[in-house]
């Protein structure tokens, strides 16, 4: 019933774990596999071949789901991140000096080091959703997906001439108009 393109995201305390499924943009998300208490009763190695595969299993009509901590984990950062791409500002070359979108965010509730994103395909595109790669705040580095190199120096000196203001947008000791201030072309 459910295919690989659906997800689990949860909201709330562990102790009071929902999940709803939403169809997701990343095929590598974890699989929800839907079943009935009976089901679960009737064939517990499934239950058991689920956790173990990195899968979390909902049993529906007790509405509550079965996973391990690693798959909650995985689950917990794919919705912070989530919510991360809803709170980004996108800013073009004008601002940046960079070919592609800069996209900057604060840290959310993610649990990785500070960093942008920049828009790859296309390049000048202002969703957050669209082919993204990400580059660390404190090195430079590509800590995500694929930047061509020209574009990944471009993106380097943006962040050596701003590092200062992007990490205190990070860390939400500024707005997003201040940090528009701030931000200057290398």
């Known amino acids: 019933m459910l295919g690989a393109a659906l997800c689990a995201i949860w909201r709330g305390p562990l102790s009071n774990l929902v999940a ?4 997701c943009k990343n095929q590598a998300m974890t699989t929800v596999i839907s079943s009935s208490l009976a089901e679960v009763l009737s064939n517990p190695d499934r239950l058991i071949e ?3 595969a990195g899968k979390a ?9 079965i996973a391990s901590p690693e798959t909650l984990i995985e689950l917990a950062d794919q919705l912070a991140e989530e919510e991360l791409e809803s709170e980004m500002v996108s800013y073009r070359r004008n601002v940046t ?13 993610t649990r990785h080091s500070a960093r942008v994103k920049v828009a790859i395909d296309p390049p000048d595109s202002i969703n957050p959703q669209s082919v993204t790669a990400s580059v660390a705040i404190d ?7 694929t930047v061509p190199a020209a574009v990944l120096q471009q993106v380097q ?19 997003t108009d ?3 201030k701030r931000l200057t072309v290398p």
Do not use: C, M, P
């Open 20 to 23: 709803r499924l939403v169809a």
């Open 50 to 52: 689920a956790v173990r």
């Open 57 to 65: 299993l909902r049993i529906s009509d007790l509405d509550v789901v």
């Open 97 to 109: 000096g960079v070919d592609h979108t800069i996209f900057i965010s604060t840290k959310g509730r």
């Open 139 to 145: 090195d430079g580095q590509v800590v995500a997906g």
């Open 157 to 175: 000196r943006f962040i050596e001439a701003n590092r200062l203001a992007l990490l205190d947008y990070w860390e939400f000791r500024i707005d």
């Open 178 to 180: 201040q940090l528009r």
